[in-house]
């Protein structure tokens, strides 16, 4: 089945500097990645996506670059705010399953 | 799109017992999940749900859970005789085969 890892797993960066998240998968045959972010309490919530098809994709300040040579994808986040604080979770899936394959999640702190 | 609706918030429940967890879809939605977190750990798929069938399930999904649809609208998961490590976040979502959107979630609270 797939396995998604996702690094770090904690990341502390300063108000207005740039916060990458890495995860790498297995299944060759995935082909979408979502990013979901997580504040307490809350459920996730669907932030950016990239389908196979792709390498880049870009929402205001949030990007997803996808390498499927390499079998790993990235979120970069610009111009960090406080409000960016939460976890971040990166997933995968293959069409030769019906579910989402998350990584463990990167707890993100933006300090002022 | 607006979220799917899960109720309750929190459930607090005694180790053997039954508890139903429900979710309020938008009702022209054909793709619905179940998925679990445990306290600091990752979202795990449970269950999908497609054309009022399971279409997956994990091998966490064993004879102590069930889902059901019963009147077009509902979306239920059932855990049977609970134990304490069922204690986890439930999320209920909607969307594609591939897109999922996700609820608030339930805390269900084995004691």
């Known amino acids: 089945g797939e396995n998604v890892e996702q690094h770090p797993s904690t990341l502390s960066v300063q108000e207005g500097d740039s916060a990458v998240i890495k995860c790498t998968y297995s299944?060759?045959?995935?082909?979408?990645f979502p990013w979901y972010k997580q504040e307490l309490g809350k459920g996730p919530q669907l932030i950016i996506d990239?389908?196979?098809?792709?390498g880049e994709k870009k929402d205001q300040r949030i990007a997803v670059t996808l390498n499927k040579t390499a079998k790993h994808f990235s979120l970069h986040i610009t111009e960090t705010q406080p409000e960016d604080s939460a976890v971040y979770f990166c997933?995968?899936?293959?069409?030769?399953?019906?579910?989402?394959?998350f990584g463990k999640g990167t707890s993100l702190l933006v300090t002022p | 799109e607006p979220e799917v609706t899960q109720t309750p918030s929190h459930q607090v429940t005694q180790m053997g017992q039954e508890v139903i967890l429900r979710c309020v879809p938008i009702?022209?939605?054909?793709?619905f999940y179940w998925y679990r977190q445990i306290l600091g750990q990752k979202v795990e798929f449970l269950v999908s749900?497609?054309?009022?069938?399971?279409?997956?399930k994990s091998e966490i999904f064993d004879d102590q859970f069930s889902v059901e649809r019963p009147d077009g609208s509902n979306f239920t998961l059932k855990i049977r005789s609970t134990k304490l490590e069922d204690s986890a976040m439930y999320f209920c979502?909607?969307?594609?085969?591939?897109?999922?959107?996700f609820g608030q979630g339930t805390r269900l609270t084995v004691v």
């Open positions: 997933a995968a899936y293959s069409n030769s399953g019906y579910a989402l394959n």
């Open positions: 299944d060759s045959a995935s082909n979408y």
């Open positions: 990239i389908r196979s098809n792709v």
């Open positions: 009702s022209n939605h054909l793709y």
């Open positions: 749900f497609y054309n009022n069938e399971i279409s997956e």
């Open positions: 979502a909607r969307g594609s085969q591939d897109e999922a959107f």
